[in-house]
């Protein structure tokens, strides 16, 4: 499963699928493990004789053929240095990085290589590849993800790509069951052992073994706060137009990227963000830290982070009902068909999944139809082709219904004026 440089696909809608699989595998009470695979210098590797190949077996004909050949055929590169020009030293291998034709060709090159993940699960992105499985008990688990690691590190030998050893890494999502003393290693067809880790960082986002999100979080807070703390120390130097435009370009793209991943995080672990969002506002506005929180969001006309990742969420949930997201994302939501002929049953539901445990709940295909049935609640669509008529005025009254507080101040409503304009673009972009 590829989701490197394709349209409609995402470092988020990636992880969303495997984080869902994961936790699917720990409500069931099973056992799930994973190897992160590291290749080293992939990009610059790519055989060209086994990428023609791969061409021709999907059929491009004799001409395109000769053309990528020619493509790929007389290239040099060089290196620049204080004006200093070195000589030229001929490309034998590897697909011109920064090009239209790089990342495609890649992932033509590569792509094949999950047909040999066996009873394993694993996405590609690019060149980065997670492969996991789970079961009841931790032998087959470690068993079957050895076999399946082996079968991949075969078609990577084939393909000429070398495996990183140092950087890839095993680990064992352990939230529910107690992890044993000793786990078996997981070895590479050269003899060696990979390393168990409880942190990896997985296209931008820090899984932990626990799936708590305590890692990402305090990598985020940290950063956050490094950027808030050079704004503050030269906070002379900027109008406050000049700081509400830093904060939009500098701050808040961090908090937002992977917002619907780590949205399941513990209350505890998401107020140490919030804290240094509002810093980030008292930045813009000069207020004083015994503002209320609810003050400075009307003062700046910004909403909360729940309430901004919420947004982001609804989206996500809207694009999946049109099919507007990765087929692995939209085959997890089925719309539910009526039993019986209500006045509720007119309207678009989807079909809940049961579940054993909490984390069960914290799944991708249990929230997202947990989440949309709530909205419809209020919003009572019968038809997704409404969306663009009615979505946008019954979001309206939602919003006032459900997320504003007496006395949270104009920024709600602000905001409220915001998701109108949201929603309107989401049908018209997606339709």
């Given at each position: 499963?590829?989701?490197?440089?394709?349209?409609?696909?995402?470092?988020?809608?990636?992880?969303?699928?495997?984080?869902?699989?994961?936790?699917?595998?720990?409500?069931?009470?099973?056992?799930?493990?994973?190897?992160?695979?590291?290749?080293?210098?992939?990009?610059?590797?790519?055989?060209?004789?086994?990428?023609?190949?791969?061409?021709?077996?999907?059929?491009?004909?004799?001409?395109?053929?000769?053309?990528?050949?020619?493509?790929?055929?007389?290239?040099?590169?060089?290196?620049?240095?204080?004006?200093?020009?070195?000589?030229?030293?001929?490309?034998?291998?590897?697909?011109?990085?920064?090009?239209?034709?790089?990342?495609?060709?890649?992932?033509?090159?590569?792509?094949?290589?999950?047909?040999?993940?066996?009873?394993?699960?694993?996405?590609?992105?690019?060149?980065?590849?997670?492969?996991?499985?789970?079961?009841?008990?931790?032998?087959?688990?470690?068993?079957?993800?050895?076999?399946?690691f082996n079968a991949i590190q075969l078609s990577f030998r084939g393909l000429q790509?070398?495996?990183?050893?140092?950087?890839?890494?095993?680990?064992?999502?352990?939230?529910?069951?107690?992890?044993?003393?000793?786990?078996?290693?997981?070895?590479?067809?050269?003899?060696?052992?990979?390393?168990?880790?409880?942190?990896?960082?997985?296209?931008?986002?820090?899984?932990?073994?626990?799936?708590?999100?305590?890692?990402?979080?305090?990598?985020?807070?940290?950063?956050?706060?490094?950027?808030?703390?050079?704004?503050?120390?030269?906070?002379?130097?900027?109008?406050?137009?000049?700081?509400?435009?830093?904060?939009?370009?500098?701050?808040?793209?961090?908090?937002?990227?992977?917002?619907?991943?780590?949205?399941?995080?513990?209350?505890?672990?998401?107020?140490?963000?919030?804290?240094?969002?509002?810093?980030?506002?008292?930045?813009?506005?000069?207020?004083?830290?015994?503002?209320?929180?609810?003050?400075?969001?009307?003062?700046?006309?910004?909403?909360?982070?729940?309430?901004?990742?919420?947004?982001?969420?609804?989206?996500?949930?809207?694009?999946?009902?049109?099919?507007?997201?990765?087929?692995?994302?939209?085959?997890?939501?089925?719309?539910?068909?009526?039993?019986?002929?209500?006045?509720?049953?007119?309207?678009?539901?989807?079909?809940?999944?049961?579940?054993?445990?909490?984390?069960?709940?914290?799944?991708?295909?249990?929230?997202?139809?947990?989440?949309?049935?709530?909205?419809?609640?209020?919003?009572?669509?019968?038809?997704?082709?409404?969306?663009?008529?009615?979505?946008?005025?019954?979001?309206?009254?939602?919003?006032?219904?459900?997320?504003?507080?007496?006395?949270?101040?104009?920024?709600?409503?602000?905001?409220?004026?915001?998701?109108?304009?949201?929603?309107?673009?989401?049908?018209?972009?997606?339709?």
């Amino acid at each position: 499963m590829q989701s490197g440089f394709r349209a409609g696909h995402a470092c988020t809608s990636a992880t969303l699928n495997v984080l869902n699989d994961i936790l699917t595998a720990i409500d069931k009470k099973h056992y799930c493990a994973a190897v992160f695979i590291d290749l080293a210098k992939a990009f610059d590797s790519v055989n060209h004789h086994i990428l023609i190949g791969r061409l021709d077996s999907l059929g491009f004909s004799n001409d395109c053929l000769a053309w990528f050949t020619n493509y790929f055929s007389d290239r040099v590169q060089c290196v620049k240095s204080e004006g200093l020009l070195s000589g030229p030293l001929a490309v034998s291998m590897g697909v011109p990085q920064g090009s239209i034709l790089g990342p495609t060709l890649f992932s033509i090159y590569i792509n094949d290589v999950a047909l040999a993940a066996g009873e394993s699960l694993i996405h590609l992105y690019a060149d980065d590849t997670i492969l996991y499985t789970s079961g009841p008990t931790l032998d087959t688990v470690l068993t079957t993800l050895q076999a399946s690691f082996n079968a991949i590190q075969l078609s990577f030998r084939g393909l000429q790509l070398l495996l990183n050893t140092s950087k890839t890494k095993c680990m064992l999502f352990n939230r529910s069951l107690p992890a044993p003393a000793r786990l078996s290693n997981i070895t590479t067809l050269d003899g060696s052992d990979l390393e168990y880790v409880d942190n990896y960082k997985y296209l931008g986002v820090w899984l932990d073994c626990k799936l708590s999100f305590q890692t990402h979080i305090k990598h985020l807070q940290s950063k956050v706060k490094s950027r808030i703390g050079f704004l503050f120390r030269n906070k002379a130097s900027f109008t406050h137009a000049a700081k509400h435009t830093l904060v939009k370009l500098t701050i808040l793209p961090i908090l937002d990227f992977g917002d619907v991943i780590y949205k399941i995080a513990s209350n505890t672990l998401l107020n140490k963000l919030d804290a240094v969002y509002h810093s980030a506002i008292r930045f813009v506005t000069k207020a004083p830290y015994t503002t209320h929180h609810c003050d400075l969001y009307a003062l700046v006309g910004w909403p909360s982070l729940h309430t901004h990742c919420q947004t982001h969420w609804l989206h996500v949930i809207y694009k999946t009902l049109l099919g507007k997201v990765p087929p692995y994302l939209s085959s997890l939501v089925t719309i539910a068909s009526p039993t019986c002929s209500t006045r509720s049953s007119r309207y678009i539901s989807l079909v809940t999944p049961k579940t054993n445990y909490l984390f069960g709940l914290l799944s991708f295909q249990f929230s997202a139809a947990n989440d949309w049935n709530e909205l419809q609640k209020s919003l009572k669509l019968e038809t997704l082709i409404s969306l663009s008529v009615t979505l946008w005025s019954k979001y309206f009254v939602f919003f006032f219904m459900y997320w504003v507080r007496p006395g949270c101040g104009m920024g709600f409503l602000y905001y409220g004026v915001f998701c109108l304009g949201v929603l309107v673009y989401m049908y018209w972009d997606c339709s």
